[in-house]
């Protein structure tokens, strides 16, 4: 786990960090990812303090730094479909992407951005609102159960499970509109929740199901900037709710809610990555190399075609070009 301080003192200009990027082979393009991502990774819940995770860096990337960083997050993403490909050929493992944020952080673009170049047939997004009645009527995971990514496919949460020890433990009205029985509302129930999150988990990466998990970390500050603009832009004002306002309010103790859902769930198996996210671009990049990084960690490769196999082909290659038409 890197504090805002390490990441400082090996700090290089963002320009030059990116031009180098988009130079590199193949193999020490997926080098260079993991160590890129590497800083903002936290995978045990030791002396985990969001405070040491910056939510801004680079803020100079600028005019030059920009399409740098265009070119760096198309080869991430270029290497990500080659990945997919595999991914979906060998048909064992899956991959689930699970994003949280305040709102206007910025996850619906980075999703947007970082799975662009993914064959859709491959990926599959879902959004976790309130609950609906339905819903209520079922344990919380129910619903997140029935969106996890079959064999050899990438699923994305757009919110998950993991509202439940967030806005649920922010509002505890939540809570208790949740039909439970009173017993079982007592003071452990976060982290009892918690437990049961960390242990879901390991038992998807014990069927084949790789969790990596994303939190974009964006500033007070900046989310007053981006909400103050999706007030003053025409095309911005559908994604402004006067109820983002009210939510901010409550930014301590959403913090709060974060620090603890990350110490308490981060393992070196299903990761947390803090994600800087007061610079969108930066943050796409990290987010793509953190994606290649949990790629590479399956060893994928296209299916072996034996010997047999291949003579097949050979003499079905011959008997289609004998054919007369
Ligand atoms: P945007 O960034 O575009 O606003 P969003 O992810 O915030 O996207 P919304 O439709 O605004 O989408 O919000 C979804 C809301 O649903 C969030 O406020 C979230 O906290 C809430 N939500 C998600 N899961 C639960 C849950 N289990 N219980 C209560 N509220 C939930
Ligand atoms: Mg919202």
Redesign the pocket.
Known sequence: MATKKEETSNAQPAGSRITAITELSRKEFISRAKKLSKPYRVTSDKKFKLKDFPTNVDNDLGKEGKPLAQQALQLGVQALSEMQDKLYAQDKWSLLLIFQ?M???G??GAIKHVMSGINPQGCHVS?????NNEELDHD?LWRCMKQLPERGRIGIF????Y??V???RV?EG?LKAQKLPEKLLTENIWDERLNDMRNFESYLNRNGILVVKFFLNVSKKEQKRRFIERIDKPEKNW?F?A??VE?RKYWKQYMVAYEEMIKKTATEKSPWYVIPADNKPYARIVIASAIISALDSMKLKYPDVGPEQLAELQRLKLELLAEKA
């Open positions: 944020a709102d206007a952080a996850k619906d959004s976790f609102k309130a609950p919380y757009n919110r998950s499970y509202e439940e967030l806005v649920v509002h939540i994604k709710s109820g983002d939510e």
